[in-house]
């Protein structure tokens, strides 16, 4: 469940307005509705609420990685916006990574209606589970900004590493 309210008031021409943040780029939600009056009259509804973001970054991290490891990540570019722009990608820098090869900022031309990509190359330093955010801002005619989030666990190397979740051991 995306959204749940149990009492939405209306006004009185029974209408009434919510917002509901929905964090997706290119999807469809489908929405169920059910209302009843003071009197007990009861309804229903079905409808779907498509989701288009026209420009938008995906980052593609491992599931896993081992402390030391060193990793190129891919990032896809979708530019949907109608026109084509420079996209400057920057990586937010955390202590449980260093960069492999030295640079937290690439550049990529991503022409409208296509998706363009680049690589991050990092190195993992650090146990845990770890967060990545890149900031991309599209310059242009048309232009956009977004940030795109990874997370992955980065275990540790040469030792035995056991984990205990609810009673279970891994």
Known sequence: ALYVAPEIITDGHGRASITVPIADNITTWRMATMASTKQGAFGSGTSNVKVFQDFFTELDLPVALTQGDQVSVPVAIYNYSGQSGQVRLRLQQDEW???GDGAAEKSVLVKSGQVGGAQLT???KRIGNVKLMLKAEMDGATKRAESAFGGT????????HTKVL???TE
């Open 122 to 124: 990092i190195s993992a």
């Open 166 to 168: 609810a009673g279970r």
């Open 153 to 160: 666990e980065v275990a540790p190397n040469d030792r035995d």
């Open 97 to 99: 990574f260093s960069l």
